[in-house]
């Protein structure tokens, strides 16, 4: 029998989710509110510079599903098989739904997953209308990725690119980017009256505007961060620069140092200084605590002027100049060297090209911070990568002068485009709120242009054609590159959750070089696994004494080990760096000190 409680919760949970008179009111009035501003906005865009040469399939999307859905059709069984299963769902779905919208038990098909944020909010569960929506939502496009995946006949490039773009579909949709089917939303409209849209939309309009007509997703406050002041403020001097970089030593914190410095070479995608977000979490900071001399590659800008500039070009005026100024200002012509990324990529073409010069001694040991340099099985990025789409990006850097720094950050968005793009269309523009202060996204959208002649060639030769891992695939500055003539110590560090540099890809270096070679695995992602201090005792890493063939054979015989790999590469280091000595001050060598750190160059925007 039925309590009075019972009762009333049954009727609470079973009503109207809201008012839909009340809502309709506030929605007309929010239009009226907006007109203006509409209006206001449409005079200021240039229609027709927006509307020239539109691309109609700028992600050359269009035969890889004409190629999804011959092979599709070509097994009707298989397909009739997967259409009687999503209608046996939906028919459960509604069974349950109903069951629930009467006020009886029923046992939800798709429970709350805790990972994904979208549907954390209780009102999707407590409401069975929304309940009911999220579950629907949930089971369609899960029987589309899992028809995408099953389908066979595909080469591995086009089926990459079809489950890619479904999931891209599938995301989009999702009933929380939508005003109308998100609890959330629909409670922040009425009790604010609408503000939350008018706010919103006046969000959208400012994004349209510092995207120049383009939507630009704020997702920080950039107001809240300014480069040596609050981020990127460990004390430094550049001591020397060219077209391509400057190059910043740090001050000592320690009375004696190791004699070998640390050269770290950051990707030129991004800028040095996520390596120096905060004093807690510099990774430059912990190294000169431990008693390094350290010096940083801080990449220029690009201006259409430096459009030439090649790879063999960031390799003689980035690390090898860095080289040979590093001995002006210390005496050491021998140097330990990190690259970060495509900076590890450098690297490695670098270690190749000293040894064939005879020169590698110049390189006491190398650390890639999740570098790929066997580009084989380099994850999703690949859907961005093939002749078509290089094309139309040669054609566009033509005419620019560089690649431009955005259309990267939007390839990279699109990798996590939950968390990197509709979770800000749903805060900023339906619930109308102001992004949060965040260091990490402030960098993240800090990004660099790149010139196309390097750029060209490093799509082509590395993403398209994995020539970097062939003998003599690749020619650099008039030497041919053999990774296997490699014998520098080298430690590797990759992430687990890695969607840019996914680890096993990473973890095939480990075959390629001579020497020895240690691989370690951290938690988390390509930034938040790689920027991760001791201090904050978070993650784990996993470390192995020998590196099988097979990443998952390395996997299942290696340690966890909790917290930060910093430590671990640190007792690796330091063998590497030799005695200790006093410690060196900018400017006390041969090199005198330009400007303070940061430098000039990483707050140049284009």
Same mark, same amino acid.
């Given at each position: 029998?039925?309590?009075?409680?019972?009762?009333?919760?049954?009727?609470?949970?079973?009503?109207?989710?809201?008012?839909?008179?009340?809502?309709?009111?506030?929605?007309?009035?929010?239009?009226?509110?907006?007109?203006?501003? @509409?209006?206001?906005?449409?005079?200021?865009?240039?229609?027709?510079? @927006?509307?020239?040469?539109?691309?109609?399939?700028?992600?050359?999307?269009?035969?890889?599903?004409?190629?999804?859905?011959?092979?599709?059709?070509?097994?009707?069984?298989?397909?009739?098989?997967?259409?009687?299963?999503?209608?046996?769902?939906?028919?459960?779905?509604?069974?349950?739904?109903?069951?629930?919208?009467?006020?009886?038990?029923?046992?939800?098909?798709?429970?709350?997953?805790?990972?994904?944020?979208?549907?954390?909010?209780?009102?999707?569960?407590?409401?069975?209308?929304?309940?009911?929506?999220?579950?629907?939502?949930?089971?369609?496009?899960?029987?589309?990725?899992?028809?995408?995946?099953?389908?066979?006949?595909?080469?591995?490039?086009?089926?990459?690119?079809?489950?890619?773009?479904?999931?891209?579909?599938?995301?989009?949709?999702?009933?929380?980017?939508?005003?109308?089917?998100?609890?959330?939303?629909?409670?922040?409209?009425?009790?604010? &009256?609408?503000?939350?849209?008018?706010?919103?939309?006046?969000?959208?309009?400012?994004?349209?505007?510092?995207?120049?007509?383009?939507?630009? *997703?704020?997702?920080?406050?950039?107001?809240?961060?300014?480069?040596?002041?609050?981020?990127?403020?460990?004390?430094?001097?550049?001591?020397?620069?060219?077209?391509?970089?400057?190059?910043?030593?740090?001050?000592?914190?320690?009375?004696?140092?190791?004699?070998?410095?640390?050269?770290?070479?950051?990707?030129?995608?991004?800028?040095?200084?996520?390596?120096?977000?905060?004093?807690?979490?510099?990774?430059?900071?912990?190294?000169?605590?431990?008693?390094?001399?350290?010096?940083?590659?801080?990449?220029?800008?690009?201006?259409?002027?430096?459009?030439?500039?090649?790879?063999?070009?960031?390799?003689?005026?980035?690390?090898?100049?860095?080289?040979?100024?590093?001995?002006?200002?210390?005496?050491?012509?021998?140097?330990?060297?990190?690259?970060?990324?495509?900076?590890?990529?450098?690297?490695?073409?670098?270690?190749?090209?000293?040894?064939?010069?005879? @020169?590698?001694?110049?390189?006491?040991?190398?650390?890639?911070?999740?570098?790929?340099?066997?580009?084989?099985?380099?994850?999703? *990025?690949?859907?961005?990568?093939?002749?078509?789409?290089?094309?139309?990006?040669?054609?566009?850097?033509?005419?620019?002068?560089?690649?431009?720094?955005?259309?990267?950050?939007?390839?990279?968005?699109?990798?996590?485009?939950?968390?990197?793009?509709?979770?800000?269309?749903?805060?900023?523009?339906?619930?109308?709120? !102001?992004?949060?202060?965040?260091?990490?996204?402030?960098?993240?959208?800090?990004?660099?242009? @790149?010139?196309?002649?390097?750029?060209?060639?490093?799509?082509?030769?590395?993403?398209?054609?994995?020539?970097?891992?062939?003998?003599?695939?690749?020619?650099?500055?008039?030497?041919?590159?053999?990774?296997?003539?490699?014998?520098?110590?080298?430690?590797?560090?990759?992430?687990?959750?890695?969607?840019?540099?996914?680890?096993?890809?990473?973890?095939?270096?480990?075959?390629?070089?001579?020497?020895?070679?240690?691989?370690?695995?951290?938690?988390?992602?390509?930034?938040?696994?790689?920027?991760?201090?001791? &201090?904050?005792?978070?993650?784990?890493?996993?470390?192995?004494?020998?590196?099988?063939?097979?990443?998952?054979?390395?996997?299942?015989?290696?340690?966890?080990?909790?917290?930060?790999?910093?430590?671990?590469?640190?007792?690796?280091?330091?063998?590497?760096?030799?005695? &200790?000595?006093?410690?060196? &001050?900018?400017? !006390?060598?041969?090199?005198?000190?330009?400007?303070?750190?940061?430098?000039?160059?990483?707050?140049?925007?284009?």
């Amino acid at each position: 029998m039925s309590t009075s409680k019972d009762k009333n919760e049954q009727t609470t949970e079973n009503q109207a989710p809201f008012d839909p008179v009340a809502l309709a009111a506030i929605l007309a009035q929010t239009a009226e509110k907006l007109q203006p501003m @509409m209006q206001e906005f449409a005079q200021k865009l240039d229609w027709q510079a @927006m509307m020239q040469s539109p691309q109609a399939d700028p992600m050359n999307v269009r035969d890889a599903y004409i190629s999804f859905f011959q092979q599709l059709y070509a097994e009707p069984d298989r397909l009739l098989e997967a259409q009687m299963e999503y209608a046996n769902n939906w028919m459960q779905l509604w069974q349950e739904s109903t069951k629930r919208f009467m006020g009886e038990p029923s046992a939800p098909l798709f429970p709350a997953d805790g990972k994904d944020k979208r549907f954390k909010s209780p009102k999707w569960q407590e409401n069975p209308t929304f309940d009911f929506i999220r579950q629907s939502y949930l089971l369609t496009t899960q029987w589309m990725m899992k028809l995408t995946h099953d389908t066979k006949g595909l080469d591995a490039d086009t089926q990459r690119k079809v489950e890619f773009y479904t999931k891209q579909f599938a995301d989009a949709m999702s009933p929380s980017n939508f005003l109308l089917t998100n609890p959330d939303v629909l409670q922040a409209t009425l009790d604010t &009256k609408g503000e939350n849209l008018v706010r919103g939309f006046q969000n959208m309009l400012e994004d349209l505007e510092r995207g120049h007509g383009q939507l630009k *997703i704020s997702t920080t406050n950039y107001d809240a961060f300014k480069l040596g002041e609050n981020i990127a403020t460990a004390p430094g001097q550049i001591i020397y620069q060219n077209d391509l970089m400057q190059l910043i030593q740090y001050e000592p914190t320690t009375e004696t140092v190791y004699k070998t410095p640390v050269l770290i070479t950051p990707p030129w995608i991004n800028k040095f200084y996520i390596l120096d977000l905060r004093p807690d979490n510099s990774l430059i900071r912990w190294l000169v605590d431990q008693g390094h001399t350290v010096f940083v590659i801080s990449w220029v800008n690009p201006t259409p002027e430096l459009n030439t500039k090649t790879f063999d070009d960031y390799m003689k005026e980035g690390i090898l100049d860095a080289l040979d100024q590093i001995e002006k200002a210390t005496g050491e012509d021998v140097v330990n060297v990190a690259g970060y990324c495509i900076g590890g990529t450098l690297l490695a073409t670098t270690l190749a090209w000293l040894s064939a010069k005879g @020169m590698a001694h110049r390189i006491e040991s190398a650390t890639f911070l999740t570098t790929l340099i066997d580009f084989k099985e380099s994850g999703d *990025i690949r859907v961005f990568i093939d002749d078509a789409q290089i094309n139309m990006l040669e054609q566009e850097m033509e005419e620019k002068g560089y690649f431009e720094a955005q259309n990267l950050k939007e390839t990279f968005n699109l990798l996590r485009s939950n968390d990197l793009i509709w979770t800000f269309v749903v805060n900023n523009y339906l619930l109308g709120k !102001e992004p949060f202060p965040f260091d990490l996204l402030y960098w993240n959208d800090d990004s660099t242009n @790149m010139p196309g002649a390097m750029h060209s060639f490093y799509l082509r030769n590395m993403y398209r054609d994995n020539k970097l891992v062939e003998s003599g695939g690749i020619t650099i500055d008039g030497v041919k590159i053999d990774m296997g003539k490699v014998k520098t110590p080298s430690y590797f560090l990759s992430t687990k959750d890695d969607h840019i540099a996914p680890w096993k890809a990473t973890y095939a270096a480990t075959q390629l070089f001579k020497g020895p070679v240690n691989f370690t695995l951290a938690g988390s992602g390509h930034v938040a696994g790689v920027i991760n201090s001791p &201090k904050a005792n978070k993650y784990s890493h996993w470390t192995a004494p020998k590196n099988p063939t097979d990443p998952e054979e390395w996997f299942n015989t290696a340690t966890q080990s909790e917290g930060s790999w910093w430590t671990h590469w640190g007792k690796w280091l330091a063998p590497h760096s030799g005695p &200790k000595i006093p410690a060196r &001050k900018p400017g !006390e060598g041969k090199l005198k000190p330009l400007e303070p750190a940061p430098g000039s160059y990483v707050k140049k925007k284009i």
